[in-house]
């Protein structure tokens, strides 16, 4: 997949966490420049969550570099989740449930 593709799929994954009224702008800026720079390669995408919790995990290229997002309620985390690993794997991007 071309790099410019794979831009556009990064605008996508933008709309989709500034949809969320639960993410903060800064979060959001912050998760989208660390993908944007992953996009030459193939790089890795840590997630995880914890059951009936609403915090969801996101690690950019590296487990160690988390990101903690906490939604309203876990159903509103989990489809936001799905979203959100359903995007990162048509640009490419290997999703790793490890939190």
């Not at 159903?75 to 794997?89: G, Q, T």
Request: a neutral charge; hydrophobic letters at 35%; aromatic letters at 8%.
């Amino acid at each position: 997949m071309c790099q410019e593709n794979k831009l556009v799929q990064c605008a996508v994954i933008r709309q989709l966490l500034q949809s969320s009224r639960d993410i903060p702008e800064q979060t959001v800026c912050q998760l989208i420049a660390s993908l944007e720079s992953m996009v030459a390669g193939q790089q890795e995408i840590f997630v995880g969550q914890v059951y009936d919790s609403c915090v969801y995990w996101i690690g950019c290229g590296d487990v160690c570099s988390e990101t903690k997002l906490t939604f309203a309620t876990p159903d509103v985390r989990n489809k936001f989740a799905s979203s959100f690993e359903v995007v990162c794997r048509k640009i490419g991007l290997r999703i790793h449930r490890s939190y």
